[in-house]
Nanobody, 124 residues
Framework: QVHLVESGGGLAQPGGSLRLSCAAS????????MYWYRQAPGKQRDWVAQ???????NYAGSVKGRFTISRDNAKNTVYLQMNSLKPEDTAVYYC??????????????????WGQGTQVTVSS
């Protein structure tokens, strides 16, 4: 069984910074592309950032230039460094990852997993 556990959320002032982490654990063979999403109250869940297995990155226009996604493959962890935070960044942030994991009889399977979500609040 694979789990994604997020940490690092909290309260920040406008213009401040937060760093989110999301670590995958379980019977993991490897982790594919990883993503961050966010969902504000009353809004749909929106894609924020992507990092591929080769560490190329893509960002939503609303965060481009302010957020940086990175990964540590040895720790099966993805990060989101959030700088120059704005009140409109307030949301629950979710990580997502494609995970290749071990199953019985020496085989592998693949699935997409979601973290539990972590609250980010930007307010003075």
């Amino acid at each position: 069984q694979v789990h994604l556990v997020e940490s690092g959320g909290g309260l920040a002032q406008p213009g401040g910074s937060l760093r989110l982490s999301c670590a995958a654990s379980g019977s993991i063979r490897s982790v594919g592309d990883m993503y961050w999403y966010r969902q504000a109250p009353g809004k749909q869940r929106d894609w924020v950032a992507q990092i591929t297995t080769s560490r190329s990155t893509n960002y939503a226009g609303s965060v481009k230039g302010r957020f940086t996604i990175s990964r540590d493959n040895a720790k099966n962890t993805v990060y989101l460094q959030m700088n120059s935070l704005k009140p409109e960044d307030t949301a629950v942030y979710y990580c997502n990852a494609r995970v290749f994991y071990y199953v019985d009889h020496g085989g592998t399977a693949v699935n997409d997993y979601w973290g539990q979500g972590t609250q980010v609040t930007v307010s003075s």
